[in-house]
């Protein structure tokens, strides 16, 4: 009885080592220590390296790459894991871009309003989508609507 609950506990310590180790991408900190000593320059710096990060995250997240197609195949739970830290990598990302835009508007840093944009721009479909879900709420006219896919289309 005691060699079976070992054994279990075994592999339980080995499934959870492999959805872990399979399971990507990393997550970045929110706050660094020395985020408030940084310069301008240095915030952007930043700021750009929560860009990629969060590009990296999204990467990995498409669930239609052969990485995790091939976890789907083999071993299911890290790709639900993968996912779930894609998403969470991609939040963190974007935390850490607004915390290092609160310091840059503190210090008086230029662009800041790009930053922002850049952080809340969409894919054209999930723009599509949320204004045709805004138009069939009645938020928007039919003129409106029009207008906005338009410019969405053509952006």
């Not at 390296?49 to 995250?57: D, G, L, N, P, Y």
Request: with cysteine.
């Amino acid at each position: 009885m005691l060699k079976k609950n070992f054994l279990n506990i075994v592999i339980f310590f080995i499934i959870s080592i492999l959805i872990y180790s399979c399971a990507k991408p990393d997550v970045v900190n929110v706050v660094m220590p020395g985020d408030e000593k940084l310069n301008c320059l240095q915030l952007k710096e930043a700021f750009q390296e929560t860009r990629r990060f969060k590009q990296q995250a999204e990467d990995v997240g498409n669930p239609q790459t052969g990485g995790n197609l091939t976890r789907g195949m083999f071993f299911w739970p890290a790709l639900l894991k993968t996912l779930h830290n894609a998403d969470t990598a991609i939040r963190a990302a974007n935390d850490r871009g607004y915390h290092l835009i609160e310091i840059m508007k503190n210090k008086d840093c230029q662009n800041t309003d790009k930053y922002i944009a850049e952080i809340t721009r969409t894919t054209p479909s999930l723009e599509l989508m949320r204004l045709n879900r805004l138009y069939k709420m009645g938020v928007l006219s039919k003129e409106e609507f029009e207008m906005a896919k338009k410019k969405v289309l053509t952006q």
